[in-house]
C-alpha cells in the first residue's frame, strides 16, 4: 500500500486502528445482561419475600387467635365457677330460712327445691344444686337440693356392729376401721376425730376402690353420731339394726299415702317419743319391729332434726359446655341466727 507521497507504507500501518493486534476478537464481542433477565430475578424474590411474611402473618394471626380463645376459656370457667358459689349462697339461704325447725325432712324447702336449685338462670349461665341418690340412675335418682349429713353413719363414733351392717364392708374390714380410729385417737378430747376426711378411708387395711365406692354415700365425719329418722336411707336404717319390714314401713310413712316422695302428701316423724305411735297409726308393726325401734332409740342412735349438711352447686356457661362445681359442708347453729359455719370446702 502506498502513502499519499507514493512510497509504500509499512505493512503495519494498513492496519485501521480500531482494530489493535492485541486485541481479542472474542473480548470485543463479550454480551451484557438484558434487562429482561433482571427483571425476572427481582420478581422471585419479591415474590418469596411476600410468600415469608405471608406465612409469617398466618403463624401471627393463629397465635393470636389461640391466646383470645386461652383468654376466653378461662374466663368463662371463672365464670361458672362464681355462678356455682351462687348457688352454694342461695343453698344458705333456705338453710337460713326462719326459724329454727323442731324436724329436718324432706318437707323443707331445702330438701327438695326444683324451683330453686335446677338450673337457675344467672347472668351468662346458670347453677343447680343437687346431688345423686345412690344406686340410682338420673334422672329419677337425681335430688335438686341438700344432702343432709346427719342422714348419715359417723365412722368416728359407730361401734363394729353398725359399721359392719353398712353396704360393702365386712367384719375385716369393720376391725381394721377400729384399729385405726384407735391408731390415730387424739389424746383431746374435744378434737377425738381419728377420721378428719372420708378419704382417709382409704388407707384402711382392705378398703378398696370398690368399698369405699359402696361406703361413701352412707358415712359421715361431721355428724354427732345421731341419724335423722326423717331423711335416713334404707341403707343406714338396717345398718342401725331395723329389720327389712320397719325399715320400708318407716319409707312408706315418709312418702305419704301416695307412696310417691316429694309430694304434698309427704309425712315427717315430730318427735322420738312419738315415732313408735306415728308409725303405727300408719302402718300397723309387729311386736318385734315395735321392739326394734324403741331399742335403736333407747340406744340414743335416733334423732329428728339435723344441723349439719352438704351443699353441691354447679355453675355451667355456654349452655352446659364449660362447669365448675364448689361442695361445702356447713354446720348450722341451734340459736335464733341460724348462722352456718363452714366445715369444709372443696372447688372442681
Not at 118 to 138: I, K
Not at 231 to 250: F, Q
Not at 302 to 321: E, M, P, W, Y
Request: with cysteine; charged share 20%; proline share 6%.
Amino acid at each position: 500500500m502506498r502513502s499519499p507521497s507514493g512510497s509504500r507504507s509499512p505493512w503495519w500501518s494498513a492496519r485501521p486502528a480500531s482494530q489493535n493486534w492485541c486485541s481479542s476478537p472474542m473480548g470485543s464481542k463479550r454480551k451484557r445482561p438484558s434487562l429482561r433477565a433482571s427483571e425476572g430475578s427481582v420478581l422471585i424474590q419479591v415474590l418469596w419475600t411476600l410468600a415469608i411474611l405471608v406465612l409469617l402473618g398466618l403463624a401471627l394471626g393463629y397465635s393470636t387467635a389461640l391466646d383470645q380463645r386461652l383468654v376466653s376459656y378461662q374466663r368463662d370457667r371463672l365464670t361458672a365457677l362464681y355462678l356455682a358459689k351462687a348457688g352454694y349462697v342461695r343453698a344458705l339461704v333456705e338453710l337460713e330460712r326462719g326459724p329454727i325447725p323442731q324436724t329436718d325432712s324432706y318437707l323443707d324447702s331445702w330438701a327438695n327445691n326444683p324451683d330453686a336449685f335446677r338450673l337457675t338462670p344467672l347472668g351468662p349461665g346458670s347453677f343447680t344444686v343437687s346431688y345423686a341418690l345412690p344406686g340410682q340412675d338420673p334422672p329419677a335418682g337425681v335430688v335438686y337440693g341438700i344432702v343432709d349429713e346427719d342422714r348419715k353413719i359417723n365412722i368416728n363414733t359407730a361401734p363394729k356392729a353398725i359399721l359392719a351392717r353398712l353396704p360393702g364392708m365386712t367384719e375385716e374390714v369393720a376391725d381394721a376401721l377400729l384399729e385405726w380410729r384407735a391408731r390415730h385417737k387424739s389424746l383431746v378430747v374435744i378434737e377425738d376425730k381419728p377420721f378428719k376426711v372420708l378419704e382417709e378411708l382409704r388407707l384402711v387395711d382392705g378398703m378398696t376402690p370398690e368399698v369405699f365406692q359402696a361406703l361413701e354415700p352412707f358415712v359421715t365425719v361431721y355428724s354427732d353420731g345421731k341419724v335423722n329418722l326423717n331423711t335416713a336411707p334404707r341403707e343406714v336404717m338396717a345398718a342401725l339394726g331395723m329389720s327389712e319390714g320397719l325399715v320400708s314401713k318407716v319409707v312408706r310413712f315418709r312418702w305419704g299415702p301416695d307412696g310417691i316422695r316429694g309430694t304434698r302428701d309427704d309425712q315427717s316423724f315430730t318427735t322420738l317419743a312419738s315415732a313408735g305411735q306415728e308409725l303405727n297409726a300408719f302402718e300397723t308393726l309387729t311386736p318385734l319391729e315395735a321392739a326394734q325401734l324403741s331399742n335403736v332409740i333407747t340406744q340414743n342412735r335416733l334423732k329428728v332434726a339435723s344441723s349439719v349438711f352438704r351443699i353441691h352447686a354447679q355453675g355451667t356457661v355456654r349452655d352446659g359446655k364449660i362447669s365448675r362445681a364448689v361442695e361445702g359442708v356447713v354446720r348450722r347453729a341451734a340459736g335464733p341466727s341460724r348462722s352456718v359455719a363452714l366445715l369444709s370446702w372443696r372447688e372442681s
